[in-house]
């Protein structure tokens, strides 16, 4: 909570509590007109849910001149929710009135007219259409991660993202370990070859789930499904997408490519209920890179197993465990060495920083592509998964299966109906066409 809105928080306050010494990175923000020549940054949130709401305070504490003035949910008592909590955490950069708080599929359109950038928090299902009309309103943007769901969405954004760049805007993505100077101390040492040739990967997501939801009584098929997005594939992509991702995404920056193909295996084994809509509980998916080297990446979501989430890469001089239980970083071999942490580095907040700094002051900022490309390798995964099939980056990149609905309304329907017993389709390895 910044308390004093007249002190902007600087980076440097946040990374005194980790090991990392961050003289290089540390930027108070200055008070620079930013690019539109107005001082102040104004900010929709569109999506203002757990982590809408985290962001919007996370770019208020950046600086003073750092506004939130409109707001966009399809949900109206979530919208009021959030605007409480965030107007007792900024009394003084919180300004959204009744005419700035729009509800409805169109609400994004109306909150962007209102700001200067805008954080895109929705499910991920959306996030192509709310960044193609932020561009398309000369709006920067910060889009939570994952970026889309699907390879057509993937396309959207990145052909978005160009058009961002010849209008001058700046795009942030929520990869927040990209932000987080353990992250970054370890990456370039391994990109500077402290262990050596990479030749293998691991990454994990092992760990819980939020809750399945149940249907309210007279509640559509499209508001509940809405409602319980984390468990339609249209909506979230799956674990492997909407929460793997980070995992990958790091790797992905590890070795600054992407795999060039996939096959893996996945299933549900303890989500059987009609609340659990059609994502796996599990997935195991083998990454090939263009230099022959492999990721084994695994994401399991099932209370009462094995817990990681951390990253880890073997080559032929030496490996290294990155954000271990543990808090530490860690490099063996001729170039060994080690960084523990106090706390966990705080990326949700180091990430607004440069984004902030860049609109204030005009820099090139844009992690649209990243973004899209660890979201695509993350489908990739998926598309292998449910297909259960060898999986090319170039067929799954050119998919055309589309998962959104052709139509946005609450009585429309969804893309994926129940069955006559209220249970929704599963993907079915060998069977199931997942591109
Ligand atoms: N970077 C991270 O570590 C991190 C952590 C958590 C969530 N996320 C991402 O943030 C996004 C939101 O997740 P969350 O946990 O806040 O979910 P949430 O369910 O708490 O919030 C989503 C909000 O979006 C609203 N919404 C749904 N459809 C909408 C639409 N078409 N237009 C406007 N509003 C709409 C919902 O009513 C809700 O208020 C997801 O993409 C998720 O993957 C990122």
């Known amino acids: 909570m910044n308390s004093h809105p ?6 440097r306050d946040f990374l005194k509590t980790s090991a990392v010494a961050g003289g290089a990175l540390a ?5 620079a007109a930013h690019a539109a020549g107005k001082g102040q940054l ?23 001149d750092v506004r939130l003035v409109a707001m966009a949910d399809v949900d109206e008592a979530r919208l009021g929710t959030s605007l409480k909590n965030l107007e007792a955490q900024h009394a003084h950069q919180v300004s959204v009135p009744k ?72 795009v942030g993505v929520g990869l927040q370990r990209r932000h987080q100077p353990g992250y970054i101390e370890t990456v370039k040492r391994l990109q500077d070859g402290a262990v050596g040739q990479i030749t293998s990967m691991r990454c994990y997501w092992l760990g819980n789930a939020r809750e399945g939801l149940e249907r309210l009584p007279g ?16 909506l979230s992509g799956d674990h492997i997408v909407e929460q793997h991702i980070h995992n990958i995404d ?38 090939e890179y263009a230099d022959g080297s492999r990721l084994f990446s695994q994401c399991r979501q099932n209370r009462g197993t094995h817990t990681s ?14 954000n271990d239980p543990q808090k530490r970083f860690s490099i063996t071999g001729p170039n060994e060495w080690s960084l523990r942490l106090k706390e966990r580095e705080d990326g949700h907040q180091l990430e607004h ?31 292998a998964t449910y297909s259960g099939k060898l999986v090319e980056w170039d067929e799954a990149f050119n998919s055309k299966l589309d998962l959104l609905p052709k139509v946005f309304a609450w009585d429309a329907p969804p893309p994926v109906l129940p069955d006559a017993s209220g249970f929704y389709p599963v993907a079915m390895p060998g069977r199931t066409v997942a591109l």
């Open 353 to 383: 920083f440069p984004l902030v700094d860049a609109i204030l002051n005009n820099k090139p900022y844009n992690e649209a592509e990243q973004g899209s490309k660890s979201t695509m390798t993350a489908i990739m995964g998926r598309m």
């Open 99 to 170: 005419e700035r708080q729009f509800v409805g599929f169109d609400a994004y359109k109306q909150a962007l007219r209102e700001a200067d950038i805008a954080i895109c928090a929705t499910p991920p299902g959306f996030r192509p259409i709310h960044f193609e009309e932020a561009v398309r309103q000369g709006k920067h943007a910060f889009l939570e991660k994952p970026v889309a769901v699907d390879a057509p969405g993937v396309r959207r954004v990145l052909a978005a993202a160009e058009e961002a760049k010849r209008k001058n805007l700046k």
């Open 42 to 64: 104004r900010v929709a949130l569109i999506g203002c849910g757990g982590r809408g709401s985290g962001a919007a305070n996370q770019m208020l504490n950046v600086s003073s």
């Open 219 to 234: 509640e559509s098929e499209m508001r509940y499904q809405i409602r319980n997005w984390y468990y339609f594939t249209w």
């Open 27 to 31: 930027l108070p923000i200055e008070r």
């Open 309 to 322: 989430i951390s990253e880890h890469v073997t080559g032929t001089k030496g490996s290294a465990d990155l």
């Open 6 to 11: 007249e002190l902007p928080v600087s980076r």
């Open 250 to 287: 790091v790797i992905n920056w590890i070795k600054g490519g992407y795999p060039v193909r996939a096959q893996g295996m996945g299933g549900r084994q303890v989500r059987n209920l009609k609340i659990h809509g059609q994502i796996f509980d599990h997935h195991f998916v083998e990454f």
